[in-house]
Structure formats: structure tokens, C-alpha cells
């Protein structure tokens, strides 16, 4: 696989296992109207930085190949405004996707290991209106020759 698929199939895994949470209604990520809100709660997937390096880990079968390090952000958006239960409406649907890609850390073979390394709780802002939802910073490795 070239360096395209490589990347775009960490993102394509994240879509799919995220898209089989009962608590998403929507997930955007490549397609068009990327700044339409379909249902709510929904995921941005954002694909990130990634980093290119010589393979020195355990990890990696050989010194001839290199350590892919792929990052992304997922946003999630519960609802526009304000919520009365807002830590524990924003927590559920995070908790969800944490333990999804815990639960599966090679998202299906995608890679060798995945991590959510960061994120909470916070508002959104979006297309000028105010969300409430939160994010979360994923972090995977895999091998590239």
C-alpha cells in the first residue's frame, strides 16, 4: 500500500467502528458538506499530523521499514446551547468511543496500536452557533516500508 491508503485507512477504521455506537447519529468525515450538521450527536473526524521515522522500537518487525505515527481529532457535538445534564450527556458518548477503540487497538488491522492519548469535556463553536460536546485526541502507530 502507498503512503495515501496507509493514512486514509486509520481514519476509514476510526469511521467505521465509531459508526457502530448506538449514542452517534452521525458521523462526517470525507464527504461533502463537511459544515452541515445532519443529526445530532454527531463526530468530526479531523485526520491529523502524522511523522515518519527510521524504525528503532521492539514494534517494528524490521530496521528496513519505519514507525508511520498517525494522529487525529475526533469532535463530538451533543447539542446546540446549553444542557442541564451536560457533564454526564457529553461523558456518555465519549466514554463510548474511548472504550470502542480501547476494546479494538489495531482498529481491525489498520495498525499496530491505537490510543486515545488526550481530550474532555467543552464547547464547541461551529459555524457561529455554540455547541456543547468535547473531543478526543487519537494517536496510533503502524509499520511503513
Known amino acids: ?8 485507512a486509520i481514519f476509514d477504521a476510526l469511521e467505521a467502528l465509531i459508526k457502530a455506537l448506538p ?6 468525515y470525507k464527504k461533502e458538506g463537511r459544515g ?4 445530532l450527536p454527531c463526530v468530526f473526524i479531523n485526520p491529523g499530523r502524522w511523522m ?10 524490521s530496521v528496513d521499514n519505519y514507525a508511520l505515527d498517525i494522529r487525529g481529532q475526533l469532535v463530538i457535538l451533543i447539542r446546540e446551547g446549553d444542557a442541564e445534564n451536560w457533564f454526564d450527556e457529553i461523558l456518555d458518548p465519549i ?7 480501547i476494546a479494538d487497538p489495531t482498529l ?3 495498525c499496530l496500536h491505537a490510543w486515545p492519548y488526550a481530550g474532555g469535556p467543552g464547547d464547541i463553536n461551529f ?11 487519537i494517536r496510533t502507530i503502524k509499520e511503513y516500508s
Do not use: C, H, W
Not at 1 to 8: C, D, I, N, Q, S
Not at 23 to 28: A, L, N, R
Not at 52 to 61: F, K, N, Q, V
Open 1 to 8: 500500500m502507498g503512503f495515501k491508503a496507509e493514512y486514509t
Open 23 to 28: 449514542v452517534i447519529k452521525d458521523v462526517i
Open 36 to 39: 452541515v450538521i445532519r443529526k
Open 52 to 61: 515518519l521515522e527510521p524504525a528503532d522500537s521492539e514494534m517494528i518487525a
Open 95 to 101: 466514554s463510548d468511543i474511548v472504550d470502542a477503540i
Open 108 to 110: 481491525g488491522g489498520t
Open 127 to 137: 459555524q457561529n452557533k455554540l455547541y456543547y460536546g468535547g473531543s478526543i485526541d
